[in-house]
């Protein structure tokens, strides 16, 4: 702007048509010329290069053509003043576009733009001209604003140790009364180790709402997606909370609401009460936009009691469910079906979502001697990519691979009651024409489950569920499923994976059950084993750091319930190393908080570029808390001992003060002299280690027949058969006999 500050008033205003003066020959009533005074569709360039005349044609097609790609410069538009002798540009351009809109892009996307090394564009509108020439020459300081602190929904994000929180949901009794809790605690077994820490830093126990007269929670909590919401569940409906201090931001009403399922980006929630007596309930299911706060749809069961009943798209943008002889696809925010029809596939049984991409994967048994068909639907053009047909089939349960780069349908089958091999049929979506790989298992199939970042599925298989079965890794390389290991005698009827992979849980979940496996996947090599009485349920942490294990019991437990023995929830690390065991009164819920999807490119993600950029820092952060806790318990034992001390000298002086008035009371003896005390000594003998070892009976006879020739020779040399060397000779062989036993 500096050049058309100075220099705009002594030029030609562009683009504006003089009037001319009226003749006197013309009809004095002709209605007088209206000028254009809307200069919002014209900038002005500034920072231009001075040219002389022989290169002002080149600069002028230069720049037009730069600022041509923002809209329409009107014939006779575009306007480079010139000025001075010889002749050269002022530095600095008039552009009038067709229209206001135009000129607002010229200028979001043409202002700082980069001509040369040395001149760098800056784009004004002319309608602000006059508010720029007319600004003061001296600075005038601007008034400092106070900072407003706004509603952070991600603050928790923000920690920089980095740590996961969970949630906690338990109930205790004081004065024969029950009380439940909802806490939602840091984990943070690093700077909280037991046993003098509990690994674990309160964030928020739901304090604000009890002062309240309110309860935090009624039932039960779920947490959105990624971690930016949490849903209480209350009698009449649901309830979100957000930010630091969990603010109330919403309620949706939904009497006798118990369960609830967010989109994945968090832009809707879907609520039901999920009882078979409401089916017929036009609002037996609700659709919510959580921004809004509104109802955008509601539906019956459709004669289908399954939880979610619907499935949603990886963008939100559809909701999709198995209906009666037809799959219906809903589009948000409009909640109108896809082509206002839905896709009538008679039989179809389930349908679940791409985790990726806007694919549909569902599953038609026989019918009328057409064979079972296990399908790959694209939308919204419902083109059906990949379809696979097959005969006997009985049951078929799909499994997407977290990145959505796999589906596994497991393919049950029977003919004449008699069960064949499952069949395992995995689409690969990546590759050209989706092709399909098979293999078959003859054994029943317990637990199945992908590794969420990476190529590799686990299998539980055998004649009995959970009680010494096999459980097969496998690793999916170009051309096929290759057999890593299979291990034998396991009891698992689930399998938890690592959020980051590598690792495994086989896991015995149930009311007499309770054993969790933690195996390294890529050599299928077992490194611990523990035991967790009644565990119902494994957990991992979004790092995949730390998993909890928990016992916990139902807010309404059926008649048929029988009560859990140890109401506890313990936290390992992913080797398998015991962290911290934390025995609960009346245990509910432990959920960890998810977390959003990394946003770091796949080279910052690199392993190599996160060693060489913060491997030495987290090391020193590492040694630091390392010296911080063990100076803690160096000073904790200090500060006991030091107290012990203040409190014998203490003790000490008062006995030494009353020493003449034990005398008197007891006629003048002094009894504190050491040999008027019985010292007793008491020896305890604690048994550190066993040792046994196993030996055959041909070792057995050697190792005794040499004891007697050590005897006999030990005999010989003390006397022969006198006393003394009989008394060697038995010394010995007792020695050899308790070697023996």
Known sequence: MSAAKHDAKDVKQPLVKEAKEVDGDMDADEAPVALNEDFRNIVIVDNLPQVTMDKYPKLTEFVRKIYSAFGTIVPEGFYMPVDGTPQQSCGYAFIEYSTPEEAARALAEGDNKKLDATHV?????????????????????????????????????????GRDQFLLRFAHFEHKRQFQETHVFWSDPVQRPPPTGDARELVYDGRRETERGKAWCELYTAWSPRGTYLATFHHQGIVLWAGDDFQKIGRFPHAGVKVVDFSPCEKYLVTSSFDERKMRDEKFVIVWD???????RSFDAGGVMLWPMFRWSFDDKYLVRAATDAIQVYETPSMGMLDKKSIKLPGVQEVQTSPSDNYISYWVPERDNTPAAVSLMALPSRKVVREKHMHFVTDVRMHWQAGGDFLCCKVSRKRAKKPMPSVF??????AKDVPIEEFELNDNIHAFAWEPKGTRFAIAHGEQSGNRCFVSFYNLTKKKAELIKTLEGKQCNSIFWSPAGQYVILAHLGQNAGSLEFVEAATATSVAQHDHFQCSDVDWSPCGRYVISSSAQPLDPGPNFKATVDNAYKLWNMQGRQLFNKPVETLYQVVWRPRPPSTLTAAQKDE?????????????IDEKRRVTILSGVQDERRQLKESWKALRAEHLKDYNEEAQLRVELRNGLLSDEEEDFVTIETVVEEEVSRT???VTNKEYIAHTSQAKQKAAAVASATGGSGSGGRAAAASTATAADADDE
Not at 425 to 430: D, G, T, V
Not at 608 to 620: P, V
Request: hydrophobic share 35%.
């Open 608 to 620: 190599k570029y996160l060693r060489e950029k913060y491997w030495d820092g987290f090391s020193k």
């Open 425 to 430: 049929l995995i689409y690969r979506l990546r």
């Open 290 to 296: 959580i921004v809004k706060q509104t109802e955008l």
């Open 692 to 694: 046994e070892d196993v």
């Open 121 to 161: 564009l800056r784009v004004t509108l002319y309608a602000d001209f006059d508010k720029y020439v007319g600004m003061s020459e001296e600075y005038v300081a601007p008034v400092k604003q106070e900072l407003e602190a706004k509603f952070n929904p991600n603050g928790w994000l923000l920690d920089k140790e």
